[in-house]
T-cell receptor
Framework: NAGVTQTPKFQVLKTGQSMTLQCAQD?????MSWYRQDPGMGLRLIHY???????DQGEVPNGYNVSRSTTEDFPLRLLSAAPSQTSVYFC??????????FGSGTRLTVV | AQKITQTQPGMFVQEKEAVTLDCTYD???????LFWYKQPSSGEMIFLIY??????QNATEGRYSLNFQKARKSANLVISASQLGDSAMYFC???????????FGTGTRLLVSP
């Protein structure tokens, strides 16, 4: 039982490049979400999903896209990377009766 | 909108002593959940304890207890008998009624000294 798996663990992008952060869970959780963590600001919600085919915006959605075609996967797409998107990104999932399970994070640097 | 406030940027405690990390919250949701997470220097988010807004008793998990005072909108974490391995960043968080998303505080860095 792997829990929540995020890939890659580290990534360096050039300004303007696009990329996808992967998140997969094997717990059949309905809810999945993406957060970014910046120094001194805690974790902030980017996008979330309550089930396959359903997504919604969180607190800081600009510059990011998501889709949820399967229960297991919830990728986060950076459309045109900017230095302000340098951050640590966490994916999390939960089910109705469970707490939130977090992935190990992706450290992204945009230069 | 929901908000979590953690007013202690850093806390120091000696090994074996108890420590309280403060958390206050604001929400208009009738039902909500409160969480505490630990983030060691390795970066992962470790779930510690959960309190539901309608739970009558304060939650406890081993050395962790949550001092829930609903009228004061506070959800302080108490760590008894601190250990060196407790040195980490601690985040208070809350969910909305539907439990779809978490709102985090800015965290408290705890340092446990020998």
């Amino acid at each position: 039982n792997a829990g929540v798996t995020q890939t890659p663990k580290f990534q360096v992008l050039k300004t303007g490049q696009s990329m996808t952060l992967q998140c997969a869970q094997d717990m059949n959780h309905e809810y999945m979400s993406w957060y970014r963590q910046d120094p001194g600001m805690g974790l902030r919600l980017i996008h979330y999903s309550v089930g396959a085919g359903i997504t919604d915006q969180g607190e800081v959605p600009n510059g990011y896209n998501v889709s949820r075609s399967t229960t297991e996967d919830f990728p986060l797409r950076l459309l045109s990377a900017a230095p302000s998107q340098t951050s640590v990104y966490f994916c999390a999932s939960r089910n109705q009766n469970d707490g939130y399970t977090f992935g190990s994070g992706t450290r992204l640097t945009v230069v | 909108a929901q908000k979590i406030t953690q007013t202690q940027p850093g806390m120091f405690v000696q090994e074996k002593e108890a420590v309280t990390l403060d958390c206050t919250y604001d929400t208009s949701d009738p039902s909500y959940g409160l969480f505490w997470y630990k983030q060691p220097s390795s970066g992962e988010m470790i779930f510690l304890i959960y309190q539901g807004s309608y739970d009558q008793q304060n939650a406890t998990e081993g050395r962790y207890s949550l001092n829930f005072q609903k009228a004061r909108k506070s959800a302080n974490l108490v760590i008894s008998a601190s250990q060196l391995g407790d040195s980490a960043m601690y985040f208070c968080a809350m969910t909305n009624t539907g439990f779809q998303k978490l709102v985090f505080g800015t965290g408290t860095r705890l340092l446990v000294s020998p």
